[in-house]
Structure formats: structure tokens, C-alpha cells
């Protein structure tokens, strides 16, 4: 039958759907004749002048003669259109034309309305109405989402009178092709997506005003995704923020701390605050990512913040010729939160990703997060690998106590009754110094009963000397005790407190305190006294080096106490005496910096008298009787010198922070004596917070590494950041060391080797039996680090990994554990 026929009339049945239900041998049917003609829908059509974006619709379609079925939108609510089939409707009539894509259809489909609940879900068929555009979109989203597909929004034809909707095409999101031509100069380009499909949903808007489907296509060119997958689905994605705002908008409950899909933000600064504190209590840093701006007024219209550890860092030729590049942060963790601007001006979650590929940062540690550092509250914390106790740093006069009897704890007695001095003490207190410390220390041991102190009386039962130690500082010990240096500096200056620390140096190369004194009295009772509470204090564990100054008083002390432990000069207590000396004299820069590498760089013994020679020579000192006598005692103090002795390179430390510098003002007889404590504390407390920083950096970043060399890799995941760089360079240094010489014998070897064009050589032995190797220069048993030297013959001996008894627990990243 062909258009140019007289009209045909078409038999329509309008069925009860509710009584069919009912009563299923009773069937009643109204029927009503519809008359309809291709010219007259010519003219209905022809009311509405259309813009079309696309001609892939025939301007027949909507002459197809159909019999209509009105279908309440509650019983509908399976993935098929049962009810026409279950009526066994028997329809005479043909189609007048189709669609050049259309489908073969032999019966009339039935024209199924549905209404908008939002729970609904139906089959798209063809004839099928929707009450509005953006239905007929949830309905064929949520069909496609089942299927295991995508659907995206086609082209769209709107009327030139009113903008109104007239027709819309939803395809699957792999239909047609993406074009090559701009994808030549990106880096990145994203994947190919589209392989052509054909399927897609056609709906035209009808004069009741409903949209009905003109075309359904359902074979799909690909496979579809499983449903465990199908969330991932761009169109489920939105469809998942859709309901997700819905119930933002229904939740009475507000924020609860943690991003969720669909929550909404007042402006992008307020979602940013949000992130920043979840991040702050989860363990991370938040990175402002990429900004999309609208090309209108330039505002934000959508955002993604990430963790700070997103992404990979881009190699850059440049990073060849940086000395000290950068440590590695990024990892390519994928934890983010994106925000989209709404019609409503709000902004809204629209993808939030909560995991992380790496460890997050402890509580302690929060505060050194580059975005958590203008949110930290100002408050002191003490930090190590246990994390278990915090640092009181109030100020004295902050102590809650009233009489010295409001603080006395019962069950403590500090005073040892037992090791009074036989003589008065040599220095007096202030008036009420006395009772104010006592008022101190008391206050501190209620506070935490791990902190130590103790207080010896002279012969007039008047305090002469106090020993004391927190928790910190004797767990430092525990740690780091193998090396003590008893700082005497305070001789030096004779108005000053006779202050007196016992230090040392963490894994990290700083400076640590594991217990002070405050001397009224420097006889050799006073300093037996004072070592013995310091033992007693670390639960009588003793250190293997001491460093002490040139006093005869100090060493005899020593010597009385640690009878079989090494002990040497501080070469730093020897410099400090020396620009004392000399320091009237010359005090030009040029003689402090000859002075300086005459002490402290020089661990050759030919190298370290050349250079004392030739600052001699420049400035004219070989008759000054200090410099004599001194030099006399060099091996007692030279860094050249005793080289078997482990001291750990406290001294280089000690160069670059001396401790009584900082406190000096408040070493002063007439400043009050809780002015010092107070200060000594902010000190400590700041040690403490530069080793929380030191942590916090080891646990983030890695060291980089001159080259993909196994050795290197292996020790920079043992030692920490700075170690591993005094190890990178002696592995450097090792790259221009040539063997010269190599004697064999049943278990060893003995080799001689030499920087390249340099005449001193050193012997390096490597033992077959124990794995061991040992280096004239002796830098490990004088540092704890392998020499260039040793890690030469490892090399050559193509050892790959650092041999294990090589690498100090104190200096690795576990020294704690």
C-alpha cells in the first residue's frame, strides 16, 4: 500500500489493565476508529518548523498507523512489555513507511505511556511514550546500565518558535568514530573508545506532549561490561550523582566529615576546607589539580583536588646537572574529589576516590603536611617511632603549686643522703633559687613519674649539684647511647651556671639530649656522683665512647666510673678553647676557617700536619705556647688519630649547632633560674620536632640515586635520607679508585688501591670466611659507614648487596624499632 491510497482506518483496542487483572476470562475491549492520513499529518507537522541537527530520521515516521494501549506507569515495573502479548490483540493494518534504518516490523507495536515515578524501569520499545525528554533518558540510561553499556546524549532537534525539544537521539557511548587529526602532538592520548556501534533510542515529542519512541535499535558491535563493573560506566556515574544529590537534599543530618557522591558546597573554597580537614584527620596532603573555568565569567566550573602523592614526577634532561635534586614525593596514587558547579550555583561531589596506595601519616606528624600547616594548632609535640607519650613544655611559672609541700611526692626521695659532699660547695645560689627548683623538678616528676632527677647536698646539707632526665631523653639513650658526649663548654666562661649535658646523635645526624646537670660544685666527687645518677638513670647501661674535654678533673671522674670504655678528647671542646685562646688575636675570617679544617677535615695523619704546619706559617703562630701544648696532645683529641674508636661523626655535628650558644643568655648567675629551664626546654622540644620533621620526610620521600645501581638501592632502603647521602658519595669517590695490587692467600685478600692519579694507597683485606672487609683509612669503625675504599673491593669482588654486619641499626630507618 502505497501513500498515494485513500485514507485506511485502523482497529485500536483500549484495554483495562485492572480488570484484566482481575477477572482473565473477561476481556473487555472499547474499540474507536482513528482516522489518519499522510497529508494530514503533513499539516500537523508543518504547525512546527523545526531546526534539525541531524537527518538520520525519516519525516514519515510519525504516520505510522499504531494501536495505542494506555498502561498505568506503577504496573510496569518489569524488564518486559508483557501485556500486549497476554492480550493476544490481533491488529489488521500495515505500515505506510518506515525509517531507512527502522527495523522490520511485521505487527504494529503497541504505543505503551508511561508515567514519571522514579522507581520505574521498562524495556524501551518502539511506540512506547514517556511523559518528559529527560524520562525517556532515565529510562534507556537505566536499561543500559543493566545491559552493560553507556548511553550518550546524540543530536537534538529543537523548534525555532519556542526552543522546545521536538526530537532527541541517545546512542551508546562507543557509537561512531573519534577523529585522528587532532591527536597527532598529544602526549597522552586517551583511549580509543567509539568502534562505531549502531545502537541507539529515537524519541519525537507528540501534540499531547509526550515523547514517544520512533526508532529503537538493541545490536550492539561489543562486548558488554560485567556487572561488577557497571559502575563505572559514565552514564551509571551520573546517574549514581543524581541520586546521590537527592538524597543530599533529603538528609536533614549535615556533614559528617567525610566526602560522600552528590554532597553539596556553598563555593569551591568551601569544598577545598572540607577536603583539607578529612585529609588532615585520615593522614594525608591535598594538591589543588586541574580547574575547569567557564568561557562566560571565568568562574570555576568544576575542580579535582588530590592527594599529594598523585601523579609521577616528569623526567627533565636538567636533573643531570642538579647537585642536589629533589627528593621523589609522587607515586601515582589515585585518592581525589572532584566538584562541578550545579544549576543552583552549589557545588556538588561528582567522583570521590577514598583509597590511597601508600602509607598515611600519623596523628604526630600531621602538622608537617605542606596543606595542613596553616590549620595546625600551636602546640609542642614530642615525637619518636613510638609516638606514645607528649612533651610538657609550659613554663615554670605555669607549675600549679603553691608551696613546695603541695608538690612533694612522698613515695620519691630525690636527695641522696648517702653521697653528701665532705666540703661546702664551691659556687652559691641565688636567694630561693633552691626552693624554685625544687619546685620545678617536683612538679615535673608528678606530671610524668618517668622523669628522673636527683640532688646531692654538701657538707651544710645546702643543694650543691642536680642530675635530671626525662622519658624522651633516657628512650634516647636506649637508642643512641653508644656514643656520649659529657659538654663541659660552660668552663669557658666562668660567669656562667655551671650547666652541663650529656649529648649525643640520632640516626638522622642530629643533635640529641639524654640527661643535664646543674653544678654548684666541680671537685671530682661532684662529676663521680654525676656519672653515677646518669648510669643509674639509664638502668646502669653504658655508652661505648665518651667524649669529655682536656679537664683532669672530668677524666679522672671518668676513669673512676667507666673503667673499660673508650675515651677521647672532643675535638670540639678543643676548637672552643682554641678561639678562646686566639681568638683576641685573630680574628680575621681567614684564620677562624684555617683553624676550622686543621680540626675537622682532615682524617689523614700526613694530611692533618701539613695543614697545622701551614697555618703556622700564614699567620705566624709557631712561637704561641697554647698551640704547643696542644699539639702535643693531638692524639688524644685529632680526628686523624684513634680511629678504632666508633664516635659516631658527633663532632661534624657539633660544628654546625652548639647547644650552650643557644642557652648562653640564660646561663647568666643574675637571669632567674626558670627562665633558663624554660628556654632549655623550647630547645629540646625543638630537637624533638626537627626529628619529627626528619621522620615525617623519610616516611614521604626517597633519596635520589646518582644511577640505577643495585648496591645504592639496597642501602637507600636501609639507611636514612642522610646517611645514604654520605654513602652515595663514598660510592661515588669508589668509581675513581683503581686497584693496584691484589695478594692472595687461603682465606683472604689483600689489596692496594688508589684514588686515580694520586700516590697514597691504602690497604683494603677482604676475608673469605666471615665476608668481612677492612680499610686502613678505618672510616667505618671510626663512623659506621663503609669507605670508598672497602666499597672498591665489594665491587671488584662483584658483591652486589651491602653486606648485612656493615649496616648500623643506629643509622637505618629502624634504629627505633
Known amino acids: 500500500m502505497d501513500s498515494s491510497d485513500p485514507d485506511i482506518l485502523t482497529q485500536g483496542q483500549n484495554l483495562d489493565i485492572e480488570n484484566e487483572l482481575q477477572e482473565s476470562n473477561q476481556v473487555d475491549v472499547d474499540v474507536c476508529q482513528e482516522c489518519q492520513s499522510l497529508e494530514a499529518c503533513s499539516v500537523e507537522k508543518s504547525q512546527e518548523v523545526t531546526e534539525s541537527e541531524s537527518d538520520s530520521q525519516s519525516p514519515n515516521a510519525s504516520s505510522v498507523d499504531k494501536s495505542e494501549v494506555e498502561i498505568n506507569a506503577d504496573e510496569c515495573q518489569t524488564a518486559q512489555v508483557p501485556i500486549v502479548n497476554k492480550c493476544e490483540i490481533d491488529v489488521d493494518g500495515e505500515q505506510n513507511s518506515q525509517s531507512p534504518n527502522a527495523l522490520s516490523v511485521d505487527v504494529l507495536e503497541a504505543r505503551v505511556s508511561v508515567k514519571d515515578e522514579d522507581d520505574i524501569f521498562v524495556v524501551p520499545a518502539v511506540g512506547m511514550e514517556f511523559e518528559s525528554e529527560e524520562h525517556a533518558h532515565k529510562c534507556y540510561s537505566r536499561y543500559a546500565v543493566l545491559e552493560g553499556f553507556s548511553i550518550r546524549k546524540d543530536f537534538v532537534n529543537k523548534s525555532r518558535v519556542n526552543g522546545a525539544i521536538v526530537s532527541r537521539r541517545y546512542t551508546c557511548y562507543r557509537q561512531g568514530y573519534r577523529p585522528g587529526k587532532h591527536t597527532v602532538n598529544v602526549r597522552k592520548p586517551q583511549q580509543e573508545m567509539r568502534t562505531g556501534c549502531l545502537a541507539h533510542m529515537t524519541i519525537a515529542r507528540q501534540p499531547n506532549g509526550k515523547f514517544r519512541v520512533s526508532h529503537f535499535e538493541t545490536k550492539h558491535n561489543h562486548e558488554f561490561v560485567n556487572p561488577s563493573t557497571a559502575h563505572l560506566l559514565p552514564s551509571q556515574k551520573r546517574l549514581t550523582f543524581a541520586q546521590a544529590v537527592e538524597a543530599d537534599l533529603a538528609s536533614s543530618s549535615g556533614m559528617d566529615g567525610v566526602p560522600k557522591l552528590g554532597m553539596g558546597f556553598k563555593s569551591e573554597d568551601h569544598a577545598y576546607e572540607f577536603y583539607n580537614t578529612y585529609a588532615g584527620r585520615v593522614g594525608f596532603s591535598v594538591r589543588k589539580d586541574y580547574v575547569n573555568r567557564s568561557k562566560i565569567d571565568g568562574a570555576v566550573a568544576s575542580r579535582r583536588f588530590t592527594c599529594f602523592r598523585e601523579g609521577f614526577r616528569q623526567k627533565d634532561k636538567r636533573d643531570l646537572n642538579v647537585k642536589r635534586p629533589r627528593k621523589e614525593t609522587r607515586i601515582g596514587c589515585l585518592a581525589q574529589l572532584v566538584i562541578s558547579r550545579q544549576p543552583d550555583g552549589k557545588y556538588r561531589v561528582t567522583h570521590f576516590e577514598e583509597k590511597h596506595n601508600h602509607e598515611l601519616v600519623a596523628a604526630c606528624r600531621v602538622r608537617m603536611l605542606r596543606s595542613q600547616k596553616?590549620?595546625?594548632?600551636?602546640?609542642i609535640v614530642e615525637g619518636n617511632a613510638l609516638e606514645s607519650y607528649k612533651i610538657q613544655a609550659k613554663s615554670a611559672?605555669?607549675?600549679?603549686?603553691?608551696?613546695i609541700g603541695d608538690c612533694v611526692d612522698h613515695g620519691y626521695d630525690p636527695i641522696d643522703h648517702r653521697s653528701k659532699l665532705s666540703s661546702?660547695?664551691?659556687?652559691?645560689m641565688r636567694e630561693g633559687e633552691a626552693e624554685r627548683i625544687q619546685q620545678y623538678f617536683q612538679s615535673r616528676k608528678i606530671k610524668n613519674p618517668s622523669f628522673f632527677y636527683a640532688i646531692?647536698?654538701?657538707?651544710?646539707?645546702?643543694?650543691?649539684?642536680i642530675f635530671w632526665a626525662d622519658a624522651k631523653m633516657i628512650m634516647d639513650y636506649s637508642d643512641f647511647g653508644d656514643v656520649l658526649c659529657f659538654d663541659t663548654t660552660y668552663m669557658l666562661n666562668k660567669d656562667c651556671r655551671l650547666f652541663?649535658?650529656?649529648?649525643?646523635?640520632?640516626?638522622?645526624?642530629?643533635?640529641?639530649?639524654?640527661?643535664?646537670?646543674?653544678?654548684?660544685?666541680?671537685?671530682?666527687?661532684?662529676?663521680?656522683?654525676?656519672?653515677?645518677?646518669?648510669?643509674?638513670?639509664m638502668s646502669g647501661k653504658n655508652p661505648k665512647t665518651i667524649l669529655t674535654d682536656e679537664d683532669a678533673v672530668v677524666s679522672e671522674a671518668v676513669n673512676s666510673i667507666f673503667?673499660?670504655?673508650?675515651?677521647?678528647?672532643?675535638?670540639?671542646?678543643?676548637?672552643?678553647?682554641?678561639?678562646?685562646?686566639?681568638?683576641?688575636?685573630?680574628?680575621?675570617?681567614?684564620?677562624?676557617?684555617?683553624?676550622?679544617?686543621?680540626?675537622?677535615?682532615?682524617?689523614?695523619?700526613?694530611?692533618?700536619?701539613?695543614?697545622?704546619?701551614?697555618?703556622?706559617?700564614?699567620?705566624?703562630?709557631?712561637?704561641?705556647?697554647?698551640?704547643?701544648?696542644?699539639?702535643?696532645?693531638?692524639?688524644?683529641?685529632?680526628?686523624a688519630y684513634k680511629r678504632h674508636i666508633f664516635c659516631a661523626d658527633i663532632n661534624s655535628v657539633q660544628l654546625h649547632e652548639s647547644f650552650i650558644v643557644n642557652l648562653k643568655k640564660y646561663l647568666k648567675p643574675e637571669s632567674d633560674v626558670l627562665s633558663f629551664f624554660k628556654h632549655l626546654g623550647k630547645v629540646v622540644n625543638d630537637w624533638h620536632y626537627k626529628e619529627l620533621e626528619a621522620n615525617y620526610d623519610m616516611s614521604q620521600n626517597m633519596p635520589r640515586l646518582m644511577g640505577d645501581v643495585i648496591l645504592l638501592k639496597h642501602a637507600r632502603d636501609a639507611y636514612t635520607p642522610r646517611i645514604f647521602e654520605l654513602f652515595q658519595q663514598e660510592y661515588e669517590m669508589c668509581l675513581n679508585i683503581v686497584i693496584n695490587q691484589c695478594i692472595e692467600s687461603e682465606t683472604a685478600f689483600e689489596y692496594k688501591g688508589s684514588i686515580y692519579g694520586q700516590p697514597r694507597e691504602y690497604a683494603i683485606s677482604y676475608n673469605l670466611a666471615d665476608n668481612t672487609v677492612f680499610c686502613s683509612c678505618m672510616k667505618y669503625e671510626f663512623m659506621g659507614v663503609l669507605c670508598s675504599h672497602a666499597l672498591k673491593v665489594l665491587d671488584y669482588r662483584n658483591i652486589r648487596l651491602l653486606p648485612s654486619q656493615y649496616i648500623l641499626k643506629r643509622w637505618t630507618r629502624d634504629a627505633r624499632v
Not at 596553616?374 to 602546640?379: F, K
Not at 661546702?424 to 652559691?428: A, I, S, V
Open 397 to 403: 611559672y605555669e607549675v600549679p603549686c603553691n608551696s
Open 374 to 379: 596553616r590549620l595546625a594548632v600551636a602546640r
Open 563 to 639: 673503667p673499660e670504655i673508650h675515651q677521647r678528647m672532643c675535638v670540639w671542646h678543643v676548637y672552643q678553647s682554641a678561639l678562646k685562646q686566639l681568638g683576641d688575636k685573630f680574628v680575621g675570617p681567614s684564620f677562624v676557617n684555617d683553624l676550622s679544617s686543621c680540626f675537622f677535615n682532615h682524617e689523614e695523619e700526613e694530611d692533618f700536619i701539613a695543614a697545622w704546619n701551614i697555618m703556622l706559617d700564614v699567620h705566624g703562630l709557631w712561637e704561641n705556647d697554647w698551640l704547643n701544648k696542644i699539639f702535643e696532645t693531638r692524639e688524644q683529641w685529632a680526628i
Open 424 to 428: 661546702k660547695r664551691t659556687r652559691d
Open 456 to 465: 646531692q647536698l654538701d657538707a651544710e646539707n645546702q643543694i650543691a649539684n
Open 500 to 537: 652541663s649535658p650529656f649529648l649525643g646523635v640520632n640516626h638522622h645526624k642530629q643533635m640529641v639530649i639524654f640527661g643535664a646537670a646543674l653544678l654548684y660544685d666541680d671537685t671530682v666527687d661532684s662529676f663521680k656522683w654525676l656519672f653515677q645518677k646518669f648510669l643509674e638513670a
